[in-house]
């Protein structure tokens, strides 16, 4: 925060001064350059920068973190309004206008060095510490910026990651929604019955006809292999039927009780993995 500066009664004839100087520069170029109405665009400038560079003093500007380019600029400026000014008492043949001119500006000049250093407040920081101050702001500033960037870099990550968990949710929910599908599309087995379930034959009665005089010929354990459906189509029907792994193997064993029942329990453990896609 930049300290006000003092007052100063310095800041009246300073002023005074520069608005005289201001007129008579731009009088003596317009008529030294002999140009009539178009040569006060050159004295007007010359004009303009000579006040610009006291009000960049005024103000304590620094060029590189430093204020003696502007106090160099200032007076830069102020020589060539002076030689000016000579050159245009020379030009008139009037000795006391060549060397009065340049007294003016010049006066103006030492005036105002006068009112800033009177205008400066003790109380104000100097020129180093306003630059630490500067630096420090811009540290701040830089790491403000800097944890803006890394806020956003870590959005973005747990945004992907985010969207990685959504796609392996939604493949997850598809496959158990398609082994679902399948256990709903797959023939269900309907277990033969056994002799516990064998409906009772009504006995035989004078109504029947006679039996064939050909006898039927005895079931081979080939015939009986063959109409026997195997451990695993056993084991894949009843899969596909009972949701527990023990009732379908108890299942299986009561048709088959010729069957062991590891191998049984094998074999249906291995049917339910493939009704579920390989998981298990």
């Known amino acids: 925060m930049r300290t006000p500066p003092i007052p100063t009664p310095l800041l009246v004839p300073a002023v005074a001064l520069s608005g005289g100087s201001l007129a008579w520069t731009t009088w003596s170029l317009v008529d030294l350059l002999g140009a009539g109405p178009w040569g006060i665009t050159v004295a007007a400038g010359a004009d303009i920068i000579w006040a610009s560079v006291i009000w960049a003093e005024a103000r304590g500007l620094r060029i590189g973190g430093h204020r003696w380019p502007v106090a160099a600029i200032g007076w830069v400026a102020l020589a060539a309004v002076a030689g000016l000014l000579v050159w245009h008492g020379i030009e008139q043949h009037h000795a006391a206008m060549a060397v009065a001119g340049p007294f003016l500006p010049l006066g103006a000049k030492v005036v105002w060095l006068l009112a800033l250093a009177d205008m400066r407040n003790p109380a104000a920081l100097t020129d180093d510490e306003r630059a630490q101050l500067a630096r420090m702001e811009r540290g701040l500033v830089f790491e403000e910026q800097h944890h803006s960037i890394e806020m956003r870099r870590r959005a973005m990550a747990a945004e992907l990651l985010l969207t990685e968990v959504d796609t392996d949710f939604a493949i997850e929910l598809a496959r158990q ?22 409906p009772s034959t009504p006995a035989s009665s004078t109504e029947q006809p006679e039996a064939s005089a050909r006898p039927e010929p005895p079931a081979t354990s080939a015939i009986a292999d063959r109409e026997q459906p195997s451990i695993s189509e056993l084991a894949r029907e009843h899969v596909a039927i009972t949701p527990d792994n023990a ?25 339910r993995s493939k009704l579920n896609g390989g998981y298990n």
């Open 247 to 271: 009732i379908a193997t108890k299942a299986i064993l009561a048709l088959r009780p010729d069957a062991k029942e590891k191998s049984v329990s094998a074999a249906v453990r291995r049917e």
């Open 177 to 198: 929604d398609k082994g679902r599908e399948l256990a709903r599309r797959a023939p269900i087995a309907i277990a033969p019955i056994t002799r516990e379930h064998e």
